[in-house]
């Protein structure tokens, strides 16, 4: 592969969600496949690269996974390519799409209606609906919780009747990573020591991309909109882009095309120059 080859047509790294795995990309990454992209989009540790029903059935390697275990465990993919990507996560994702790029990885990122890093405090109502399963039993935050169907029609099938809603569940949903959640949540006061921070200021960052879904109830524009207002105290290029009718299932919904689209061309047109390899 030439060089202008590569520089036109970087690989891209896709971290799913809380409540997901990397099926849930299938879409996105077969549409970027098909344009020349090296796609790549591993599980998280103790999902790896197992089918939705396998979790399901044996959720106990997601058991007391914390954020910086998963972060760092796409540090080492992304550092083990031999060019710089594009990364865009969804969801919680896309929280740590922004902690990957304030670590100096990535040429552009996007954060597909990403959740806040610490020091963003917008907690709408629906957010706090869709975390209340798992946070109202702190006992459990060491486990691996069920997603009812019911709760799943609330946080990705809110367009759907509960009928296509529970499809869905069958073929996408699979426990949540409770202390996953916990940690988020606890570092929203924490700015400069949460778990999730970032540093907002960061000259050199790569350009970032967030997405929002007009109707999400998990990760609603207001959050975004208030991430926003944090990055725009720095000089890099961070930008949001708003997609109604829109739902937390935006990776996979009736439309998605219009959206990975513009994600995309988005990151290449705004990406820095690839390196020949990834910093270590």
Same mark, same amino acid.
Request: proline residues 9%.
């Given at each position: ?85 594009? =990364?865009?996560?969804?969801? &919680? ?6 902690? /990957? $790029?304030?670590?100096?990885? +990535? %040429?552009?990122? !996007? ?83 949460? =778990?999730?921070?970032?540093? &907002? ?6 350009? /970032? $991309?967030?997405?929002?879904? +007009? %109707?999400?109830? !998990? ?62």
């Amino acid at each position: 592969m030439s060089m202008q080859n590569v520089q036109e047509k970087p690989p891209i790294v896709l971290v799913h969600g809380l409540w997901m795995t990397p099926s849930s990309w299938d879409t996105w990454a077969g549409r970027y496949r098909a344009r020349g992209h090296d796609v790549i989009a591993p599980g998280w540790p103790g999902i790896d690269d197992r089918t939705p029903q396998e979790v399901r059935e044996n959720p106990k390697p997601l058991e007391n996974r914390g954020i910086t275990d998963i972060v760092d465990a796409y540090d080492r993919i992304i550092r083990a390519l031999p060019q710089q990507p594009i =990364i865009m996560g969804h969801s &919680f994702g896309g929280i740590f799409t922004q902690m /990957l $790029l304030d670590r100096g990885l +990535g %040429i552009a990122g !996007v954060g597909v209606e990403p959740g806040q890093p610490a020091g963003v405090f917008s907690l709408p109502f629906s957010t706090l609906r869709t975390g209340l399963p798992i946070l109202s039993n702190p006992f459990r935050m060491r486990k691996a919780s069920p997603l009812s169907k019911a709760h799943f029609h609330y946080t990705f099938g809110n367009d759907l009747s509960r009928a296509a809603s529970d499809r869905e569940w069958d073929k996408s949903a699979v426990n949540a990573v409770n202390r996953v959640f916990f940690e988020g949540v606890l570092s929203l006061p924490k700015p400069k020591s949460g =778990i999730t921070r970032v540093d &907002f200021r960061k000259p050199d960052r790569a350009p /970032l $991309l967030l997405i929002s879904g +007009g %109707i999400d109830h !998990v990760a609603p524009p207001a959050i975004q909109k208030a991430t926003l207002k944090k990055y725009a105290q720095g000089p890099s290029l961070v930008e949001r882009k708003e997609f109604p009718g829109r739902t937390h299932r935006i990776v996979s919904q009736d439309g998605w095309e219009e959206v990975a689209d513009y994600a995309l061309e988005w990151a290449l047109t705004h990406a820095k120059r690839p390196r020949a390899g990834v910093a270590r």
